[in-house]
T-cell receptor, first 113, second 114 residues
Framework: AQSVTQLGSHVSVSEGALVLLRCNYS??????LFWYVQYPNQGLQLLLK??????LVKGINGFEAEFKKSETSFHLTKPSAHMSDAAEYFC???????????FGTGTQLKVEL | NAGVTQTPKFRVLKTGQSMTLLCAQD?????MYWYRQDPGMGLRLIHY???????AKGEVPDGYNVSRLKKQNFLLGLESAAPSQTSVYFC?????????????FGSGTRLTVV
């Protein structure tokens, strides 16, 4: 069985501050992990993915995530938040080479002036 | 290149009515998926298909049926709509069985059942 847990359904940061969105996974086999972003009234867009190569993964829009096996985590970070980063972010896992992604419940990021 | 196109974008149904949601992709992807998104619950897989003519149940299949008669299309049907099926529905596609590939999502169908 595979699952992801996103800690914090709502996160609020000031513009220019560090963004940290947390994701922990559960998997009995080495996982493939993904972060998706959803802007209002749109579909999901792939931000970045971990596929067992480098543990530090860089994505679009200045986001990156680090795979830590010892902590079963794949947290998403961005050094400096921008107003345009306000969106909902989903962590997802695919373990064992299966055909299905399992999503977390999402984290709504709010960026304040 | 349109990617994944979902129709309709919005729909209001009365309880007991039926409808079909259409998903079309122009990327020649083998795999297609239907998810529903509800507040606080993330995306949950309804049904999926690993190729033309094949379908399989996901996490929450009850009350839905699907068909994949053509590779580019994946239809989601509601035979007798219920208020619990009020949701935003997303279709996604993926190229082949390689887990490295991310999914491409449509922009969603917002369905309200009254």
């Amino acid at each position: 069985a595979q699952s992801v847990t996103q800690l914090g359904s709502h996160v609020s940061v000031s513009e220019g501050a560090l963004v940290l969105l947390r994701c922990n996974y559960s998997s009995s086999v080495p996982p493939y992990l993904f972060w998706y972003v959803q802007y209002p009234n749109q579909g999901l867009q792939l931000l970045l993915k971990y596929t067992s190569a480098a543990t530090l993964v860089k994505g679009i829009n200045g986001f990156e995530a680090e795979f830590k096996k010892s902590e079963t985590s794949f947290h998403l970070t961005k050094p400096s938040a921008h107003m345009s980063d306000a969106a909902e972010y989903f962590c997802a896992v695919n373990a064992g080479g299966g055909n299905k992604l399992t999503f977390g419940t999402g984290t709504q990021l709010k960026v304040e002036l | 290149n349109a990617g994944v196109t979902q129709t309709p974008k919005f729909r209001v149904l009365k309880t007991g009515q039926s409808m079909t949601l259409l998903c079309a992709q122009d990327m020649n992807h083998e795999y297609m998926y239907w998810y529903r998104q509800d507040p606080g619950m993330g995306l949950r897989l309804i049904h999926y298909s690993v190729g033309e003519g094949t379908t399989a149940k996901g996490e929450v299949p009850d009350g839905y049926n699907v068909s994949r008669l053509k590779k580019q299309n994946f239809l989601l049907g509601l035979e007798s709509a219920a208020p619990s099926q009020t949701s935003v529905y997303f279709c996604a596609s993926k190229d082949g069985g390689n887990t490295n590939y991310g999914y491409t999502f449509g922009s969603g169908t917002r369905l309200t059942v009254v």
